[in-house]
């Protein structure tokens, strides 16, 4: 339940930045530590579900939907690309 | 603000309130008989909508010391007794800043000896997504700040099948909860009447700092006389960003942080992840969720229309369409009935009193006043289409779809607005950039604004065009003068998105741009809100670009009308003399009056000293005037103009057009030639001309530096700009 540095998880471990539309996973760690502040703050919380629920036009930014709280995030492919999926 | 003794009438008026505020300003500060209270709470929380039901028009915009934000106070009458000041905090998620807006709460809250120091918190909280608004409320309640819980969005909760157990939750939370829906004014009188309470300092506590870091805390805690560990810990991650702590007091935390190895970020990160561990613990023991069949939200089968990669760019582009129609074409009528008001209360006291202070008056104060007014109906229904779009949710869509293409320039999805805005006039436009939070992304935003073609510049496009370009058709039904207008357009717009990008470059200030932000469902708009906030921006606007609207105006009035030593009265000599031989009429003899006088004034006189600099630009001492005088506003070009080459205050663009024809130069050409004119097409796209603009920049940046700057980038770029086209085409 904390972050943990880079060197300690395979470069291949999924992140939120490659859910398909609609896929659902858990987040597992925030790999950016200053971006991580914001995003704890904003729940997502390592444990938490997200799923993909949309892409803007262009493909960036996206919106998650976050646990079962009905609630909506959104944020650009980079900043998904810091959360890091369970397997 | 204002002592004992008046009340007010719930249903004050604007007028009445501001009449309060000016007894209020005259009144002793008395803080013991006024309750201060602050209103904090997450971004869409109903915070806004709470403040306008407590406050109603009985607010009052001012400034946090040294920042860029908005202080928004207003006076709530919570029992017949009691008054309150209520103090309205910038949303925010925590109480770790991360804008320049949000250091404003922690400014705040930190400092118990500061007069401003609230004497609670109310806490607004989203009923349906609790455990993320909680998270806010644990760090207030642990800094030690009595506090009640404003329940808000309780309908909403219940839509989604989230039933709060409210007895419990104050139990939990060891503080007054108030279930209510600030929308529509639910429990905001059961809020009223705990507020009028004497509150208790909070009895729960939700986070103890780590064992190992109460050593340092306690130093600091001792140190600073402070009243609890918690304080002291937020101290010790933000000490560089507390504005009231001394260069000495800096040093001492950071010595101390240094000597115990004090890590903030993960130390932070881990007090969320602990504080949303008990915030679930909480949440299990009060809310039950019965989810009934998950329907698909309609927000996200909206969505699926309104973010579409075709119609919801279409769609996009038919609200602009809309918004283009309301500030172009619906607000012209009120425009029109202002200038003839203000027209009217000219010749009433023209015609009535004369002498030199009238003149003041009326060409100089009331001209400018008029000229503040004038922009009051575009400014309000651009915030009113403004406002409606964000109480909606539908301008977070925009945000969204527009993103990625205006991070390419160095803007950001919010930018959108304020350069649309920009088409029908900077200063509004401007204003609007307040919904961005990053501050480059605002300040790039607020510099390229005035460089979309703005609608002031429309008569001086008109004019010039249709001297210099043939009204013909090519292929058949391109009009060649639309098409000569498009280009200014588009050339503006290009300077501005190609001037963002080089801001972007060389700005190199470190701070990260965030795009991470709640995506809010879509709601009716709130109109009442929609109501404050046109208000509020208008008396933003009137009060404070005004003043320096007004100061302008009568410096400009004072140039033009008076001149070095009799030079004025030679000139009047020497025209009656000329329009005595040359049999002219008494219109046409005062008109020759006027431009000699123009000719001899201050103004003049700048307009020579200036001749030599814009030479090369193709212009003359006239147009040089022409120049000055279009600071005030640039539509003023055509009447300067007209005054110089002495055409009637009354005549028409036709008879403008035909004095700027007949104009010549030394060699008894005509003076406008292509080159010329397009030199000066292009100057005005370019040039920042405009004081308003100047003086709401000045405004929104707090400062001096933004606003001098655009003005010698503007007026540089307008210079190269138009000496090429001059030497290119002459």
Known sequence: ?87 | MVGGGITIDRAASAASAAALEAVAANLPRDHKGLTRIALVGNPNSGKSSLFNQLTGLNQKVGNFPGVTVDRKTGVSQLTPQHRAEIIDLPGTYSLYPKSLDEKVITDLLYDKTSEQYPDFVVVTADASNLRRNLLLFTQLADLGLPAVLALNMMDVAEQHGVHIDVAQLQQELGVPVIPMNARKGIGVAALKIVMAQTLNLPTVSFYQPSEELLPMIRQIRYYFNLHNDYLALHYAHQFRHISFLSADDKAYIQELTEQYDFQPTPRQAQETIDRYARINDILLNTVSVTRTERNEPYSNRLDRVLTHKVWGYLIFFGVLFMLFQAVFAWASYPMELIDQGVTWINQLIQTNFHGPLINLLTEGVLAGLGGVLIFIPQIALLFAFIAVLEETGYMARVTFMMDRIMRKFGLNGKSVVPLISGVACAVPAIMSARTIENWKDRIITIFVTPLMSCSARIPVYTVLIALVVPDQKVLGFFNLQGIALMGLYLLGFFAAILSALALKILLRRKERSYFIMEFPVYRWPRWKNVGITIVEKVKTFVFQAGKVIVAISVILWVLASYGPGNALEQAETKARAVAAEQHLTPAETDNRIASEKLENSYAGLFGRTLEPAIRPLGFDWKVGIALITSFAAREVFVGTISTIYSVGQDADMRTVQQKLAAEKDDQGQPFFTPARAFSLLVFYVFAMQCMSTLAVVYRETKGWKWPMLQLLYMTGLAYVASLTIYQLMK
């Open chain 1, 1 to 87: 339940m904390s972050i943990r540095s880079k060197s300690l998880k395979p470069a291949e471990q999924r992140r939120v930045s490659d859910l398909r539309l609609g896929e659902s996973g858990t987040i597992c760690c925030l790999k950016d530590p200053e971006m991580a502040l914001k995003l704890l703050e904003m729940g997502c919380i390592p444990g938490t579900q997200v799923r993909l629920n949309s892409r803007a036009p262009l493909g960036c930014p996206i919106t998650l939907v976050l646990g079962d709280d009905d609630y909506t995030l959104s944020l650009r492919v980079s900043e998904a690309a810091t959360i890091f999926l369970k397997d």
